[in-house]
């Protein structure tokens, strides 16, 4: 499968956790997104890197939030502190400049 | 599998009969639109996409309408298939950031 792949793809957690999200993109794009998706609601983005460098940040990202790209190829999702409204589906993408998005499956956190 | 959106409006079509799924975007100075189809559990897909300059774009069983006007987007498929029944977004985004800004979605049910 060459797709965009996340990891899990369900996560159950207690508040006040910490967890992270792994995010695999299609091995030529250099962009990668993170949205986050409530149900009912479209996908909200959070951020986006171009090869390794974070350029863009939602103010949905607060302080407990942080997204990394290493090596410019996949991406983790970290939520320090979790807190039953980060309860959502967190999504995936990545595409070449300018071009469309591909996303992946997205993982599911619930938070108790 | 899990359902996307729970209180979304929704659209039900006879098999065979063609389907038009309506947005409203909020940006004027948005440079291109596109169309996702999402199925429980998965991530949105790639339908169709539109450029600011354009006011009609085809694809297979698919059309997208731009009406800059009234800010307004249209998607009709063609003779709709039980496999088309899914939740449909909306999406824009504007060439200086590449960030997609997602509507409210549109639940397609197709009747057999």
């Known amino acids: 499968d060459t797709g965009v792949s996340q990891d899990p793809r369900h996560k159950i957690t207690k508040r006040g956790q910490n967890v992270t999200f792994r995010c695999d993109p299609i091995?030529?794009?250099?962009?990668l997104y993170w949205y986050r998706q409530t149900l009912g609601q479209g996908p909200e983005f959070l951020t986006y890197?171009?090869?390794?460098?974070?350029?863009?940040k939602s103010r949905l990202l607060s302080d407990r939030f942080s997204a990394e790209r290493p090596k410019g190829s996949f991406s983790t999702l970290e939520i320090q502190r979790t807190e039953q409204g980060d309860s959502a589906m967190y999504l995936c993408?990545?595409?070449?400049?300018?071009?469309?998005?591909?996303f992946g499956p997205g993982t599911r956190l619930t938070v108790l | 599998g899990e359902s996307v959106g729970l209180h979304l409006p929704t659209l039900s079509v006879q098999e065979g009969d063609n389907s038009i799924i309506n947005c409203a975007y909020s940006?004027?100075?948005?440079?291109?639109f596109i169309w996702y189809k999402q199925e429980s559990g998965k991530g949105p897909q790639f339908i169709i996409d539109?450029?600011?300059?354009?006011d009609k774009r085809q694809g297979q069983r698919v059309t997208v309408l731009l009406n800059k006007t009234v800010k307004h987007l249209s998607l009709q498929i063609a003779a709709t298939q039980p496999g088309d029944s899914a939740v449909y977004f909306c999406?824009?985004?504007?060439?200086?950031?590449?960030?997609?800004?997602f509507g409210s979605g549109t639940r397609l049910l197709v009747r057999p």
């Open positions: 993408a990545s595409s070449h400049p300018g071009g469309e998005q591909f």
């Open positions: 091995s030529e794009h250099n962009r």
């Open positions: 890197f171009q090869n390794e460098a974070q350029l863009e």
């Open positions: 940006n004027s100075a948005s440079d291109y």
């Open positions: 539109i450029r600011s300059n354009m």
């Open positions: 999406a824009e985004r504007s060439d200086s950031s590449y960030k997609l800004i």
